[in-house]
């Protein structure tokens, strides 16, 4: 084959090693990028590191779950007796004393017939003291008063009082709202007042869970911004959702989402404020945030490789 055919087929570079090897020993050409050295240099030394974290290195273990700030020393006035909010006597954060009134249910029913009932015993009154001795007339004026005494009860129950004195800190109703029987309408802070947080935890976590542990909190919608507090106190059942929602009441349950058993782990809060940007701000019954517990720190090697754990401790390592 002619030499200028055989170079435009052939690289310069093999075409220069064969005329080299017809001279005398030849060499494989080199044609790879420096580059390549140093990155199997790195590629040994990541799988070094790699082995040695895997070998001595040691991981958290967490449980992790929601939480709802509490507020502890609160009173919450409800219903007695279904009807529509007619007047809102109050305003939150308004301080209110013992038994003052603070919103009326529509009572027009129950005036009327109370109304009635104190004529008709009026009526019945003259009666008997006209003949003290008749026993019917007695007995009528004795009916009269029961039912009397009863719808004074039930108008009385139209108008909700604060059993405490305090400051308005939640008001639920507006005029015009359907109230029920049991439904909370207002909540009145004491002056004694203190925050908690009930955390909602794995319940398969409650073997490693006990009062004096560290947990961090961080308040929901304000990120990073963390508590570091210590669990007052571990229930001793794991229960379902059901329970944690008549647990909690029904005005913060629905705000929870909850999937599998749980263990409520309880703890108190430094004071009434957190501080976020710089900024002191207060807390509130019914907030939200998320709870970690540290439950212990695990060899990496276990984690990867779980039957050496049963090895260990069979053979005492």
């Given at each position: ?129 006209r003949d003290p001795a008749d026993e019917v007339s007695r007995q009528a004026l004795a009916t009269l008063t029961a039912q009397r005494d009863s719808a004074r009860v039930r108008l009385e129950q139209r108008t ?72 007052s106190s571990v229930s001793n059942a794991v229960v379902g959702p059901s329970e944690v929602r008549r647990y909690l009441g029904p005005e913060v349950a629905d705000a929870v989402a909850l999937q599998g058993p ?27 945030a998320d709870a970690d517990v540290r439950l212990r720190r695990e060899n990496v090697l276990l984690l990867v490789f779980p039957w050496l754990r049963e090895y260990f401790n069979t053979h005492g390592g």
């Amino acid at each position: 084959m002619p030499e200028q055919t055989r170079s435009g087929v052939f690289r310069a570079e093999a075409l220069e090693q064969f005329y080299a090897g017809e001279q005398g020993a030849s060499e494989v050409v080199r044609l790879s990028p420096s580059w390549l050295d140093w990155a199997y240099w790195l590629l040994l030394a990541a799988f070094a590191v790699l082995g040695l974290f895997i070998v001595f290195g040691r991981l958290n273990q967490y449980a992790s779950g929601p939480a709802v700030v509490r507020a502890e020393g609160t009173a919450l006035v409800s219903a007695q007796s279904e009807g529509n909010v007619s007047a809102v006597l109050v305003t939150p954060g308004a301080q209110v004393q013992v038994g003052e009134a603070l919103l009326q249910l529509d009572g027009v029913e129950e005036s009327r017939e109370l109304e009635r009932l104190e004529a008709e015993f009026a009526v019945q009154l003259r009666k008997t003291l006209r003949d003290p001795a008749d026993e019917v007339s007695r007995q009528a004026l004795a009916t009269l008063t029961a039912q009397r005494d009863s719808a004074r009860v039930r108008l009385e129950q139209r108008t909700l009082r604060a059993p405490r004195a305090g400051i308005v800190s939640d008001l639920r109703v507006r005029p015009g709202q359907r109230l029920h029987p049991g439904e909370a309408a207002v909540s009145i802070a004491g002056a004694s007042a203190r925050f908690t947080i009930v955390a909602l935890l794995p319940g398969h976590h409650r073997p490693l869970l006990h009062e004096g542990m560290p947990l961090r909190l961080e308040i929901g919608g304000f990120r990073n911004v963390y508590q570091d507090l210590r669990i007052s106190s571990v229930s001793n059942a794991v229960v379902g959702p059901s329970e944690v929602r008549r647990y909690l009441g029904p005005e913060v349950a629905d705000a929870v989402a909850l999937q599998g058993p749980v263990v409520i782990v309880q703890a108190e809060l430094p004071g009434a404020t957190f501080f976020a940007d710089g900024l002191p701000l207060r807390y509130f019954d019914g907030m939200l945030a998320d709870a970690d517990v540290r439950l212990r720190r695990e060899n990496v090697l276990l984690l990867v490789f779980p039957w050496l754990r049963e090895y260990f401790n069979t053979h005492g390592g």
